[in-house]
């Protein structure tokens, strides 16, 4: 069956440089796009990033751009999401999906900004 399974959150300090990475399975991974979503408390889910297929296209929100970067390796089937130069509002739950696939979420991985 279809699993998403995200990993490398924790609590960071501002100005932090987390990598979190998902390991995508039960589904042709090279046929979707993937994305990088997160979901604040008290706060709609919203997307923080997209990558095609081959990874040559990248589109990011406003408010990460220019200080996340989403990467793919194909061979491995993971999606990874490079974060620096945290702030407190990038708190928030990151789930990665599989664009296209369905409605297949995984548990979420919890990175806390905060001194």
């Known amino acids: 069956q279809v699993q998403l399974v995200e990993s490398g959150g924790g609590l960071v300090q501002p100005g932090g440089s987390p990598r979190l990475s998902c390991a995508a399975s039960g589904f042709t991974f090279t046929s979707y796009p993937m994305r990088w979503y997160r979901q604040a408390l008290g706060k709609e889910r919203e997307l923080v990033a997209h990558?095609?297929?081959?990874?040559?296209?990248?589109t990011y929100a406003d408010s990460v751009k220019g200080r996340f970067t989403i990467s793919r390796d194909n061979a491995k089937n993971t999606v990874a999401l490079q974060m620096n130069s945290l702030k407190p509002e990038d708190t928030a739950e990151y789930y990665c999906y599989a664009y296209g696939l369905g409605d297949y979420w995984g548990q979420g991985t919890q990175v806390t900004v905060s001194s």
């Open positions: 990558i095609a297929r081959a990874g040559g296209i990248k």
